[in-house]
């Protein structure tokens, strides 16, 4: 069994070399009971993120692989990767790593087992670890209630960066999956329900600025206003999406 995991990258260059070097120490120390690899998805780069990934790569040549994008966007660079990818389960995770490495053993876990089709990271369920700004986490709170509100899904948290996914259960609503962007998370946990996937929720240990970076506060916002936006777009295609899985 193999699982391919997805890293995407734009403007990483602070943190990337530390990042990837912190991943491969933890993955080829942990002699886990499948192959992986990861992928890094330079999407819209500026910085010289490509040329750190690539020099790393020639010092760990089976364990990473890349794929270059000209355009950005988290999503676009996951379902680029997903879509290439022959591995039987698949996974991304954020290049800041703020969830801890040592949890991936218990997202790929459930998958591996059959005992999910999807599993996604959560910040706010029972036994999650999360240190943030308390501007960040009223945000991130107030769009998963939210979300809830308009599109009517259950999860406790549908927008923690690391998910996992059987390449089958991938192949399955991969053409519904219309963003290119950070509401690619969104999607994929709603279309997921409405495809009858099971869906497992892990609690996570999550730090802001696990790599130091503050993000700014004035995207903080802007982000927010475009999920807001994007909810209620999302909401008026449902119902076709709704009727293709309600056949089966």
């Keep these: 069994m193999r699982i391919d995991f997805c890293l995407p990258i734009r403007n990483e260059a602070e943190v990337l070399e530390s990042n ?49 994008l000209d355009n950005p966007g988290k999503g676009g660079a996951i379902k680029y990767c997903w879509r290439k990818s022959t591995a039987d389960i698949l996974a991304f995770m954020d290049a800041d790593l703020a969830i801890a490495v040592d949890s991936t053993l218990k997202l790929v876990s459930p998958v591996i087992n059959k005992e999910a089709d999807l599993v996604i990271s959560s910040r706010f369920m029972p036994g999650a670890l999360t240190q943030r700004s308390a501007q960040r986490g009223l945000i991130s709170r107030s769009y998963v209630e939210l979300s809830r509100l308009i599109l009517g899904h259950k999860k406790k948290d549908i927008q923690c960066g690391f998910k996992v996914i059987s390449k089958s259960s991938f192949s399955k609503i991969e053409k519904f999956l219309e963003d290119d ?20 929720e892990v609690a996570v240990d999550w730090r802001e600025n696990r790599n130091g970076i503050k993000k700014s506060n004035i995207r903080v916002i802007q982000d927010s206003f475009n999920f807001i936006v994007k909810l209620m777009k999302f909401r008026l295609r449902l119902e076709k999406i709704k009727r293709y899985f309600y056949k089966f």
Excluded: C, M, Q
């Design 20 to 68: 990837l070097l912190t991943l491969l120490n933890y993955f080829n120390s942990a002699n886990f009971d499948f192959s992986w690899k990861i992928i890094g998805v330079i999407n819209g780069s500026s910085d010289n993120s490509l040329d750190i990934f690539r020099t790393i790569k020639d010092k760990f040549p089976n364990s990473l692989d890349y794929f270059i």
């Design 181 to 200: 962007y950070w509401f690619f998370d969104t999607e994929l946990v709603v279309i997921s329900e409405l495809a009858h996937l099971k869906i497992v």
